[in-house]
């Protein structure tokens, strides 16, 4: 009888597009809760209806200027109850759930043998119009609320398995982003 164990690892990398112009805004590693996910992975073999990725949340609660102006980055909240530090904003990425955006998906894949990692894609697509109450352009102040540094991957109850914090990005109704949250699973 063997007793051997496995290594499971999860490495989430986070690219966020201008929709119009294919520019390149963030392009991040990002950290992951260990516990949600492990969670989540029991969750999913045991197929339990809460046991997969629900919806990508952002904020802006993920830095702050210093005394000297300078882009401090807080650490992502991946121990215990974490939340993002100011969820502003979330979108449903779930495709099978009746209430999905059109562009938002959830797709698997995995690499051919002999190969041990297997991809989770997660796609939001923020469309020009939303969110409501954002800013009309680049041009006039910029709504707070939708001037994004933080992001993070939820549960359908709301635990949070990913955080990624990075540049400030301000969304505006003169532009549309495309995040891609690729996480790769291995298994050794």
């Known amino acids: 009888m063997s007793n051997e164990s ?3 690892k999860a490495i989430g990398h986070v690219v966020i597009k201008d929709s119009s112009t294919a520019e390149v805004l963030a392009d991040v590693f990002n950290a992951v809760h260990p516990q949600n996910m492990a969670l989540i992975i ?3 073999l045991s197929n339990e209806s809460n046991g997969f990725v629900s919806s990508l949340a952002l904020g802006n ?3 702050y200027l210093n ?3 300078q882009i401090v980055y807080k650490t992502p909240n991946v121990v215990g109850a974490a939340t993002l530090y100011n969820e502003t904003y979330s979108e449903i990425i779930d495709d099978t ?3 999905v955006p059109v562009g938002n998906s959830v797709t698997s894949a995995s690499s051919p043998p002999p190969a041990i990692t297997s991809l989770v894609v997660c796609t939001l697509e923020i469309d020009p119009a939303e969110p409501v109450g954002q800013a009309a ?3 006039v102040p910029a709504n707070p609320d939708y001037v994004f540094d933080e992001l ?3 549960s359908s109850d709301g635990l949070l398995l990913t955080h990624v914090v990075f540049s400030p990005i301000s969304k505006t109704a003169n532009r549309g982003f495309t995040i891609t949250y690729t996480l ?3 298994v050794s």
């Open 97 to 99: 759930n009746g209430l």
């Open 6 to 8: 496995v290594n499971l």
């Open 137 to 139: 352009s680049d041009d």
């Open 42 to 44: 029991a969750r999913a």
């Open 152 to 154: 993070g991957l939820k």
């Open 61 to 63: 609660g993920g830095t």
């Open 67 to 69: 005394a000297s102006d």
């Open 184 to 186: 790769t699973v291995s």
